[in-house]
């Protein structure tokens, strides 16, 4: 089975901190992705890497930025954390060049911004 | 603009009571529509994986279909532990990735 970890369940930071949001995925895929989830809003992509060292913008990446320096972690910066980053955030992987493929993901991160 | 919409919005039912889900899109030419699981405070499980109008996968008391511009999520006699929130997908837009709807949120009382 696929094992998508996000490194913490529940985060408490304050405004203007540095926050890293941490994934691992255990398959060998090459695609990975971030994506907060909001009532009401669903899911939103923020950025996603379809191999190590790239990166590409989703719809959202204003306040974001990513680093892939491996193939099996994908990480997610907030730069100077903000109340509307509070969100859950979730991380997905998805088996190397096959488009069609399903995503798989972590069980996410609620994060709290005070 | 591609789209996803599911139908309703909020689903309660009665143990034992069969029901359907709704997912609507407007892409052509569709790579796989996905059904996904989400229970509170959890990410996401992959269910099913449909490609082609007529198809058709079933786990359990789920079993999902597939037209040419809808998808039905179908429950049959469920229980309580089939209370969640039911997602669906495809790939689409200007960058090919996925799309999601809103979700459905099942309640099934005992």
């Known amino acids: 089975d696929v094992k998508v970890t996000q490194s913490s369940r529940y985060l408490v930071k304050r405004t203007g901190e540095k926050v890293f949001l941490e994934c691992v995925q255990d398959?060998?895929?090459?695609?990975m992705f971030w994506y907060r989830q909001d009532p009401g809003l669903g899911l939103r992509l923020i950025y996603f890497?379809?191999?190590?060292?790239?990166?590409e913008k989703g719809d959202i990446p204003e306040g974001y930025s990513v680093s892939r320096e491996k193939k099996e972690r994908f990480s997610l910066i907030l730069e100077s954390a903000s109340t509307n980053q509070t969100s859950m955030y979730l991380c997905?992987?998805?088996?190397?060049?096959?488009?069609?493929?399903?995503?798989?993901f972590g069980d996410g991160t609620r994060l709290s911004i005070l | 603009e591609d789209q996803v919409t599911q139908s309703p919005e909020a689903l309660r039912l009665q143990e034992g009571e069969s029901s359907s889900l709704n997912c609507s899109y407007t892409v052509s030419g569709l790579r796989g529509l996905f059904w996904y699981r989400q229970d509170p405070g959890k990410g996401p499980e992959f269910l099913f994986t449909?490609?082609?109008a007529g198809e058709e996968k079933e786990k359990e008391r789920l079993k999902a279909t597939l037209t040419k511009k809808e998808s039905f999520l179908h429950i049959t006699a469920p229980k309580p532990e089939d209370s969640a929130t039911y997602l669906c997908?495809?790939?689409?837009?200007?960058?090919?990735?996925?799309?999601f709807g809103k979700g459905t949120k099942l309640s099934v009382k005992p």
């Open positions: 890497s379809y191999d190590v060292k790239m990166k």
């Open positions: 997905a992987s998805r088996t190397p060049g096959q488009a069609n493929q399903p995503q798989h």
């Open positions: 997908a495809y790939y689409g837009g200007s960058q090919g990735n996925l799309i």
């Open positions: 449909l490609y082609s």
């Open positions: 398959m060998d895929h090459e695609n």
